[in-house]
């Protein structure tokens, strides 16, 4: 039996606790000597991760950045700028939207699309508070799910 789709938790853990893409060591071009990978190095597993500025990405292309996350055992989600896409909207995205992270590339991937985040409840940090607008905006987005 299939669990009901909840937007507010992580679906898989992993994702945060250094879920992210292993290569293998021998599909990696060697570097010459000198060279230095300036990317940063991926958290190992139980890592404690700020998202913090990683690219948000739709199925079809970028949505904005993190502006904050939260990981209050209740609430799980992502606050998301999407800059002059939505004339500087902020999104809330449920924890339950992400379908996977790469730390390496400092990107989330969600598993919506541009326009259902585009017509998602706008983020109002006076209202996240209170559990009608929470529920609102979970709502929007367990019925996106239903219909993705």
């Not at 502006?67 to 004339?87: H, K, M, Q």
Request: no cysteine.
């Amino acid at each position: 039996m299939m669990q009901p789709f909840n937007p507010w938790s992580w679906r898989d853990p992993a994702a945060l606790a250094g879920g992210y893409q292993q290569t293998d060591p021998d599909d990696v071009p060697q570097q010459r000597s000198g060279d230095a990978d300036d990317r940063p190095d991926a958290p190992g597993p139980g890592t404690p991760i700020d998202l913090t500025g990683y690219r948000v990405e739709a199925t079809d292309g970028r949505i904005g950045s993190i502006d904050e996350a939260s990981e209050d055992a209740d609430a799980r989600y992502l606050v998301v700028d999407t800059g002059p896409w939505i004339f500087g909207k902020k999104v809330l995205l449920p924890a339950g939207t992400v379908a996977r992270v790469d730390h390496l590339e400092r990107v989330v991937h969600v598993d919506r699309t541009r326009d259902q985040v585009k017509e998602s409840p706008a983020f109002d940090p006076d209202d996240f508070g209170r559990a009608d607008y929470r529920d609102r905006v979970g709502s929007y987005y367990t019925e996106s799910y239903r219909q993705h």
